[in-house]
């Protein structure tokens, strides 16, 4: 099993930048992939990245593709989203999640582990 830590969310004026990090602990050596989601206040929880274990597959919901990058350091156990010209219907609270079979599918429910989210604020 692995547990997952988000951090790095906050407070951000509109058309600012964060980097959310994600910190894997546990069964971290075998191979998985992450996604990043994110729910807002009143609705659903929304895919926004994944990517798989090597780095090299991701997947972008098409409201965050060019604004959102995602990237992984196995040596790290560390996943990151890094999140350019934010906008006030960005504010969230984003999650982390992890895939035990490396598929970075944007499907909730091909998620087995999640973090306790993150608060990212976006000021217009």
């Known amino acids: 099993q692995v547990q997952l830590v988000e951090s790095g969310g906050g407070l951000v004026q509109a058309g600012g930048s964060l980097r959310l990090s994600c910190a894997a602990s546990g069964r971290t050596s075998s191979g998985y992939a992450v996604a990043w989601f994110r729910q807002a206040p009143g609705k659903a929880r929304q895919f926004l990245a994944a990517?798989?274990?090597?780095?090299?597959?991701?997947a972008y919901a098409d409201s965050v593709k060019g604004r959102f990058t995602i990237s992984r350091d196995n040596a790290k156990n560390a996943v990151y989203l890094r999140m350019n010209s934010l906008r006030a219907d960005d504010t969230a609270v984003y999650y982390c999640?992890?895939?035990?079979?490396?598929?970075?599918?944007?499907?909730?429910?091909?998620?087995?582990?999640w973090g306790q989210g993150t608060q990212v604020t976006v000021s217009s």
């Open positions: 990517v798989g274990w090597s780095g090299e597959a991701t």
């Open positions: 999640a992890v895939n035990y079979s490396n598929r970075a599918s944007h499907l909730e429910a091909d998620y087995h582990s």
